[in-house]
T-cell receptor, first 118, second 109 residues
Framework: GAVVSQHPSRVICKSGTSVKIECRSLDFQATTMFWYRQFPKQSLMLMAT?????????EQGVEKDKFLINHASLTLSTLTVTSAHPEDSSFYICSARDGATGGNQPQHFGDGTRLSIL | QKEVEQNSGPLSVPEGAIASLNCTYSDRGSQSFFWYRQYSGKSPELIMS????GDKEDGRFTAQLNKASQYVSLLIRDSQPSDSATYLCASRSASKIIFGSGTRLSIRP
């Protein structure tokens, strides 16, 4: 089945550091990928929709200058948390859908990245 | 009003019994519905998808969809302790999937 790989799985870094998270679709092409954030005991919150070859679409309240998204190829999207602060500590999860198999297909998730800012 | 609503639980069910999870959605235009299971500290994994009214069965899981009532449910038969997790209901609205806040299910031995 479709596999989405996310890297790194865990990051611990100092406040002010920028952190890049990669999301790859391993056996399918994903023209669209999605980035979610999940705080403890809360649901997944969609941050942005990443579109290959064009600008990402951000959800209301998500700062596009802080969360930089690049989707340069059909199999790779990156999320960069710029100048991260402790309040950015969260579980970040990407997902992708196999666009070749039709619009009803579910999204497949990466394993997530747990980001801890000290 | 949230677009996808679920009871947060926790829902406690004895081992071997049927667990029933419910979800309502607000967008009548939604055509695709999904149930994901999420263990603590892990990312969601897809359990079932359903696109038409009625029941869809896969092993111990049955998804039910009623578009007129805007209602989706998931039944888990012969519940096992390993079924203890948070279950996320999701609907596709336009090009993105909207998740409910999840129902925490606990299977007691």
């Amino acid at each position: 089945g479709a596999v989405v790989s996310q890297h790194p799985s865990r990051v611990i870094c100092k406040s002010g550091t920028s952190v890049k998270i990669e999301c790859r679709s391993l056996d399918f092409q994903a023209t669209t990928m999605f980035w979610y954030r999940q705080f403890p005991k809360q649901s997944l919150m969609l941050m942005a929709t990443s579109n290959e070859g064009s600008k990402a679409t951000y959800e209301q309240g998500v700062e596009k200058d802080k969360f930089l998204i690049n989707h340069a190829s059909l199999t790779l999207s990156t999320l960069t948390v710029t100048s991260a602060h402790p309040e950015d500590s969260s579980f970040y999860i990407c997902s992708a859908r196999d666009g070749a198999t039709g619009g009803n297909q579910p999204q497949h998730f990466g394993d997530g990245t747990r980001l801890s800012i000290l | 009003q949230k677009e996808v609503e679920q009871n947060s639980g926790p829902l406690s069910v004895p081992e071997g019994a049927i667990a029933s999870l419910n979800c309502t959605y607000s967008d009548r235009g939604s055509q695709s519905f999904f149930w994901y299971r999420q263990y603590s500290g892990k990312s969601p994994e897809l359990i079932m998808s359903i696109y038409s009214n009625g029941d869809k069965e896969d092993g111990r899981f049955t998804a039910q969809l009623n578009k007129a009532s805007q209602y989706v449910s998931l039944l888990i038969r012969d519940s096992q302790p390993s079924d203890s997790a948070t279950y996320l209901c999701a609907s596709r609205s336009a090009s993105k999937i909207i998740f409910g806040s999840g129902t925490r299910l606990s299977i007691r031995p």
